[in-house]
Structures are given as structure tokens and as C-alpha cells.
């Protein structure tokens, strides 16, 4: 059975700023207490894009950066752009950009349609890896999709895919935000949400565990102990990824069940 190695970590959620300072409430050590997210500002972005970018581009840019920085094949002194720039990547969300759509949604309602030409083009799904490339020059694959509750999985999938065929280090990142009002009355998010995975395909001595993917049928996805975390599990489809996160955290060996939207999966996961 082929493996992936999970080299670094990116965290960014209520009460989970970073994954080196959440560790310790996804292993089980401290409760989780969902507190307000910090401020997100795409430090790695150019002025010009700064300015434009939105809260979905910032929160999956923001984990994104921290896998890369953190990981330790790369030499922490380099400029950050340079830690992205050879990774390929795979973005994943549920709805993409919902402030910017519910944005051009309501242009359209006017009597001009003044649809802004920047929400335009930041309306595709892509847009987050794209604004990765910009940051970081990387020009390798990248792929972008949604399995709707099923994101995180199917992302895991598409990564993990790409990185056996090319045996390459693959970038996972899943993201998805509180839709805006009067979308969020028919599909309910209650908090951000993103984590980035830096996958490598080839064993290695010095990532957080090894992967192992088993496809299967009629099992119920993996719930939480600590009520607060499965709230949060429940109620964001890229926290999907939490009963995965908190088995990396214990380092011990485990199994955890991906069950969302049609994808299904068991994820052995063994320690380093």
C-alpha cells in the first residue's frame, strides 16, 4: 500500500492559530475554546494584491504559508517565496468565494449591473491558487475543486494522486468561511476554517506522520470527544479534517474515517 509522509502543518481557525500552539488541544491535552480569530493580512502578497484580496484568499494563503515555512526540508533563512515555488498544489473549498459571489449576485440586482471587474475575476475557484503562484512564483500543477461537504477528502484524494504520479511534494490546502446573509439561510458555516497539509510521497525521517488511504463503503465519518471541536467539525466542511489533525497531534498509531458527500476513506496514520 503506497504512503505520504505529512512534513507540515498549517492551522488557522478560532482557537487554533497555527498548528504548532493548537497541538496540544487536538491531541487532547487542553479543552479547545473556540476565541476570535486573529487578523489575516497575506503578508506574502505584493502591495497591489494585498489591497484586493478577500478573507477566503487571506485564510488560505495565511495556512498555506505556515506548512511551507514550517516545514524542514526547507531552510527557514530563504525568502518565503522560494519555499512555495517548486510544490505543486491542490486547493480545496466547498463554495469558493461566497462573499464575492453573494457581491456580484447583488450588482445584478441593479438597474446597471455594476459588476466590479477585480470581483469578476476573483469569482472563479481558483482564485486562491492563483494568488499562491503571484506570492510565491511557483509555476508547477496546481488543481482546484469542490466535493461539497466532501471538499477535504476529495482534496486529499487529488493530492495524494498527484503526488504518487509525480513523485513530488504536493501542497494540500482546504478553506471555507461563514457564507454571508442571505446565502448563509440556506447553508449554514459558523467559523473559518483552513489547514494546510505539505505531503511527500517519499518516506522520510522527519515529517509528523506517514498517511496510508483505503477506500470504503457504508462507514460513518469519525466524530470527536471534545464537544466544542466536533461543533466545529460538523459545522465547516474543511474542519472535516479534524479527526485526521487530532490523530497527527497524539502521534500514535490510529485510523480515522473520512466520510462526507460521497467520498469516503480510512487514513491509517503511524507517528513520524
Same mark, same amino acid.
Given at each position: 500500500?503506497?504512503?505520504?509522509?505529512?512534513?507540515?502543518?498549517?492551522?488557522?481557525?478560532?482557537?487554533?492559530?497555527?498548528?504548532?500552539?493548537?497541538?496540544?488541544?487536538?491531541?487532547?491535552?487542553?479543552?479547545?475554546?473556540?476565541?476570535?480569530?486573529?487578523?489575516?493580512?497575506?503578508?506574502?502578497?505584493?502591495?497591489?494584491?494585498?489591497?484586493?484580496?478577500?478573507?477566503?484568499?487571506?485564510?488560505?494563503?495565511?495556512?498555506?504559508?505556515?506548512?511551507?515555512?514550517?516545514?524542514?526540508?526547507?531552510?527557514?533563512?530563504?525568502?518565503?517565496?522560494?519555499?512555495?515555488?517548486?510544490?505543486?498544489?491542490?486547493?480545496?473549498?466547498?463554495?469558493?468565494?461566497?462573499?464575492?459571489?453573494?457581491?456580484?449576485?447583488?450588482?445584478?440586482?441593479?438597474?446597471?449591473?455594476?459588476?466590479?471587474?477585480?470581483?469578476?475575476?476573483?469569482?472563479?475557484?481558483?482564485?486562491?491558487?492563483?494568488?499562491?503562484?503571484?506570492?510565491?512564483?511557483?509555476?508547477?500543477?496546481?488543481?482546484?475543486?469542490?466535493?461539497?461537504?466532501?471538499?477535504?477528502?476529495?482534496?486529499?484524494?487529488?493530492?495524494?494522486?498527484?503526488?504518487?504520479?509525480?513523485?513530488?511534494?504536493?501542497?494540500?490546502?482546504?478553506?471555507?468561511?461563514?457564507?454571508?446573509?442571505?446565502?448563509?439561510?440556506?447553508?449554514?458555516?459558523?467559523?473559518?476554517?483552513?489547514?494546510?497539509?505539505?505531503?511527500?510521497?517519499?518516506?522520510?525521517?522527519?515529517? +509528523?506522520? #506517514? %498517511? *496510508?488511504?483505503?477506500?470504503? !463503503?457504508?462507514? &460513518?465519518?469519525?466524530? =470527536?470527544?471534545?464537544? /466544542? +471541536?466536533? #461543533? %466545529? *467539525?460538523?459545522?465547516?466542511? !474543511?474542519?472535516? &479534517?479534524?479527526?485526521? =489533525?487530532?490523530?497527527? /497531534?497524539?502521534?500514535?498509531?490510529?485510523?480515522?474515517?473520512? !466520510?462526507?458527500?460521497?467520498?469516503?476513506?480510512?487514513?491509517?496514520?503511524?507517528?513520524?
Amino acid at each position: 500500500m503506497k504512503s505520504l509522509a505529512v512534513e507540515s502543518v498549517g492551522l488557522v481557525a478560532p482557537g487554533l492559530t497555527g498548528w504548532a500552539a493548537s497541538r496540544e488541544v487536538l491531541a487532547g491535552w487542553r479543552p479547545y475554546r473556540p476565541e476570535p480569530l486573529p487578523a489575516l493580512s497575506a503578508a506574502l502578497l505584493p502591495a497591489n494584491e494585498r489591497r484586493r484580496v478577500t478573507a477566503t484568499i487571506k485564510l488560505a494563503l495565511q495556512a498555506a504559508q505556515e506548512a511551507m515555512t514550517q516545514a524542514p526540508v526547507f531552510n527557514p533563512d530563504r525568502a518565503p517565496g522560494a519555499r512555495g515555488e517548486a510544490v505543486r498544489t491542490v486547493f480545496a473549498s466547498s463554495g469558493g468565494d461566497s462573499e464575492v459571489l453573494d457581491k456580484i449576485c447583488t450588482a445584478l440586482t441593479q438597474p446597471d449591473r455594476p459588476v466590479s471587474p477585480v470581483h469578476f475575476h476573483q469569482s472563479v475557484h481558483n482564485t486562491p491558487s492563483g494568488y499562491w503562484s503571484i506570492a510565491t512564483g511557483c509555476t508547477e500543477p496546481s488543481s482546484s475543486l469542490s466535493a461539497y461537504d466532501g471538499s477535504f477528502g476529495g482534496g486529499l484524494l487529488e493530492a495524494a494522486a498527484l503526488a504518487w504520479a509525480e513523485a513530488a511534494r504536493v501542497l494540500l490546502v482546504a478553506y471555507d468561511l461563514p457564507l454571508p446573509f442571505p446565502l448563509s439561510g440556506r447553508r449554514a458555516i459558523v467559523a473559518p476554517f483552513a489547514v494546510a497539509l505539505l505531503l511527500n510521497p517519499a518516506s522520510t525521517r522527519r515529517g +509528523l506522520a #506517514t %498517511l *496510508r488511504l483505503t477506500p470504503v !463503503a457504508d462507514q &460513518a465519518a469519525d466524530r =470527536l470527544e471534545d464537544a /466544542a +471541536l466536533e #461543533t %466545529l *467539525r460538523a459545522a465547516n466542511p !474543511a474542519a472535516r &479534517a479534524l479527526p485526521l =489533525l487530532c490523530a497527527i /497531534a497524539r502521534q500514535a498509531t490510529g485510523s480515522v474515517v473520512l !466520510a462526507e458527500s460521497g467520498v469516503r476513506l480510512r487514513v491509517e496514520v503511524e507517528p513520524g
